[in-house]
């Protein structure tokens, strides 16, 4: 093949094309690519040409059956993939049904978070974990007694500490789930601070999920701009300077930056999620 071999075309393949069976034949022992190279490409079946038709016939029917075999996963995959959102959906909903605010709040906060996300240059699959992940920030407020979560007025320093115990109870619900493996973490620690002092578990930098920096970020904003029975919601300048003033110690200063350039460049995208999720 001219003016790349086998190796090579399968290369240029796998650049837009992961999932595509591949069945590499060859002429020549010496064009045969190393085993690493075929880990690497993930090519599927390999033999060189000759007059010995049966185990070429043999590699086509392993590969069909291969396809098939992939196509049923995919199918299941899709099913669980639905009952999944599903599921998070339901348990969503239960915490919905106790305070108003959440709704809209964790469409909101969901939203700004894939914002980041994309100018961050997350992968799709990234992005949708972390769209799932702010939806669902909050479900241990389940556990929060209503006397608490729909308190009208400021909280006491008591009350304070037992709202601080939702993420660790959000956590605990979906711990024992697979399903909800990826988004577990944005849940537990999406209240921790970059400088170490926040909770449940005091991490502190890069030592707290990706994930729930860019939640942290994006919960602090839409409750800074969302009014409340306490008190009216902050001027846009004023959320700004807070954002710059917590970076560093509240916030990732990347995620910050980040955000500030939304803000700055992008806003109408902002003004568009407010206005969906009222």
């Given at each position: 093949?001219?003016?790349?071999h086998?190796?090579k075309?399968?290369?240029?393949i796998r650049?837009?094309?992961?999932?595509?069976?591949?069945?590499?034949?060859?002429?020549?022992?010496?064009?045969?690519?190393?085993l690493?190279t075929?880990k690497?490409?993930d090519?599927?079946g390999?033999?060189?040409?000759s007059?010995k038709?049966d185990?070429?016939?043999?590699l086509i029917?392993?590969g069909?059956?291969?396809i098939?075999?992939?196509?049923e996963?995919n199918a299941?995959?899709d099913e669980l993939?639905?009952?999944?959102?599903?599921?998070?959906e339901?348990l969503?909903?239960?915490v919905?049904?106790r305070?108003?605010?959440?709704?809209?709040h964790s469409?909101r906060?969901a939203a700004?978070s894939?914002?980041?996300?994309r100018?961050?240059?997350?992968?799709d699959s990234?992005l949708?974990?972390l769209?799932?992940?702010?939806l669902?920030h909050d479900?241990g407020?389940?556990?929060v007694p209503?006397s608490i979560?729909?308190?009208?007025s400021?909280?006491s320093?008591d009350?304070y500490?037992?709202?601080k115990?939702?993420?660790?109870?959000?956590?605990?619900i979906?711990s024992?789930a697979?399903i909800?493996?990826?988004?577990?973490?944005?849940?537990?620690?999406?209240?921790?601070?970059f400088d170490?002092k926040?909770y449940?578990?005091?991490?502190a930098?890069?030592?707290?999920p990706?994930?729930?920096?860019i939640?942290?970020?994006?919960d602090s904003?839409?409750?800074?701009t969302?009014?409340?029975?306490?008190?009216d919601?902050?001027?846009i300048?004023?959320?700004k300077?807070?954002?710059r003033?917590?970076?560093?110690?509240?916030?990732d200063?990347?995620i910050v930056?980040?955000?500030?350039?939304?803000l700055?460049?992008?806003?109408?995208?902002?003004?568009?999620i407010?206005?969906?999720y009222k």
């Amino acid at each position: 093949m001219t003016p790349i071999h086998g190796d090579k075309v399968v290369e240029e393949i796998r650049k837009f094309n992961k999932s595509l069976y591949i069945l590499l034949l060859t002429g020549h022992k010496d064009l045969a690519p190393p085993l690493e190279t075929i880990k690497r490409l993930d090519i599927q079946g390999y033999c060189e040409k000759s007059d010995k038709f049966d185990q070429l016939l043999l590699l086509i029917e392993s590969g069909i059956k291969s396809i098939e075999q992939m196509r049923e996963i995919n199918a299941i995959n899709d099913e669980l993939e639905k009952a999944y959102l599903e599921s998070i959906e339901t348990l969503r909903y239960t915490v919905e049904a106790r305070d108003t605010y959440t709704r809209g709040h964790s469409d909101r906060v969901a939203a700004f978070s894939v914002l980041i996300g994309r100018k961050l240059g997350l992968s799709d699959s990234a992005l949708r974990t972390l769209r799932v992940g702010g939806l669902f920030h909050d479900i241990g407020k389940i556990g929060v007694p209503d006397s608490i979560l729909l308190k009208g007025s400021k909280l006491s320093d008591d009350e304070y500490s037992e709202i601080k115990n939702h993420p660790s109870i959000g956590a605990h619900i979906l711990s024992n789930a697979s399903i909800f493996r990826d988004i577990i973490p944005i849940v537990k620690h999406h209240h921790e601070h970059f400088d170490g002092k926040g909770y449940p578990t005091q991490l502190a930098g890069e030592n707290i999920p990706l994930f729930a920096r860019i939640v942290a970020v994006a919960d602090s904003f839409d409750a800074m701009t969302s009014k409340r029975t306490y008190r009216d919601s902050l001027s846009i300048d004023v959320v700004k300077n807070e954002l710059r003033n917590n970076s560093g110690s509240q916030f990732d200063p990347k995620i910050v930056d980040v955000f500030l350039d939304i803000l700055d460049n992008d806003f109408d995208e902002i003004k568009k999620i407010q206005e969906k999720y009222k």
